[in-house]
């Protein structure tokens, strides 16, 4: 089974005044902390788009799982590029991933020599994993700036660490929607930095209605969502950390993207405190297939 492009499933004569947008890209992460793919269409189920974050990095030495949130171990990271040969199917094995490392080089998944050139390119012995290693811990850093706190040290986080317990390799949730209103709203706010999808990583973007402005993604907490045949749950806003500051191909490092959001979208996340924010997580209630075009629209 494949999925691709066309028209939206929920449209607004059947949504009514619940719609609150249209999805103007969706970004799958076949290896996780790498730069992902845009596609047209996906399948989505409880552990979030088919393929993403498919795959991860382990460190041989420290048991840690690759993530560039820990920039001094992985400055490099977000350089390499993972996409799928081809599309995956449900209910096949997912193909193999073709790397791209930053001098350009290219590997793919199931070539016997990928652990040794990853391990070659990234300075550490790594082996490729596909599912939580049991007792492994990944590391992120938060970069000391205004309205982060506390800032200038490192974490630690013990897989399973997805807190929806999906199974995924992914760190908070299997889905991540950003709005194309926010990133307005903080370039407006911060004319200096590049606001770009890039540093954010979300898995659906969004284009809000004309009718709103700012940080719309915030109201939609504790709600329903209906995108193409799949329900969600939003659930928490995505805090952020050093990732989104870091440079990563053509975009420099800039701590001010961060502190943008501290200062202007600092919110509590259930009893943890309160955290820089950028977006929202999803919960997938029911499994489906979204596309880009599709209606985003409130339900019950």
Known sequence: MTIEAGDSVVTSREAGRNVLGHIVALWRYPVKSMQGELVNASVVDQRGFLGDRALA?????????ASAKSPRMWPHLLDFCAAFVE???????????RITLPDGEHIRSDDPRVEEVLSRATGRAVRLISSNPSGAKYEYYVPDVEGVDPGGRDFYTEYPNDMFQTGSLHDTAPIHLLTTATLSRLSELYPEGRFEVRRFRPTIVVEATETVYGFVENNWLKRGLRIGTV?????I??????????PQMDLPRDLGILRTAAV????????WGQFPCVGVCGLVRSSGAVRRGDTVALVD
């Open 237 to 246: 806003p995505m805090n952020r950390c050093v990732m989104a500051t870091l």
């Open 264 to 271: 202007h979208n600092r919110l509590q996340i259930q009893t």
């Open 87 to 97: 599309p995956p199917r449900v209910g096949e094995p997912l193909p193999p991933i």
């Open 57 to 65: 990095l382990l460190d041989v030495e420290t048991g840690k799982v």
């Open 231 to 235: 329900t969600l749950r939003v659930t």
